[in-house]
């Protein structure tokens, strides 16, 4: 009777240290959607332009994100998949492009 007691008795101490630990929630994994495109242009001199551009693609990407899934789903930092695509260097005019998946945890 003892070894049994003993034995439920570790037992559940061991579920609930993998339900602690061990297991994820549903809840706690990423839910993505497609990817989705933002692109912008800048201008500026010495970089100035790509990096106001990126800037501003990665805002476009937020914007469309909001409007076509919602307001939880448009967080850049959540997003999976980021691809950038700048044309760095440029003297007057800089276009960068993102594409990445939009998730929500």
Not at 35 to 64: D, F, H, M, Q
Not at 70 to 97: E, T
């Amino acid at each position: 009777m003892r070894t049994t007691v003993k034995f439920a008795g570790l037992l559940a101490a061991a579920a609930a240290i993998v339900s602690t630990f061990g297991v994820v929630e549903a809840n706690a994994l990423p839910r993505c959607r497609a990817p989705v495109e933002g692109v912008a242009t800048a201008t500026g001199i010495l970089g100035t332009g790509s990096e106001k551009a990126r800037i501003e693609a990665r805002e476009n990407w937020r914007r469309t994100v909001r409007s076509l899934y919602g307001p939880r789903y448009s967080d850049f930092w959540n997003a999976q998949g980021k691809r950038w695509d700048c044309k760095k260097g440029a003297i007057l005019l800089a276009k960068c492009v993102v594409v990445a998946k939009p998730c929500r945890y």
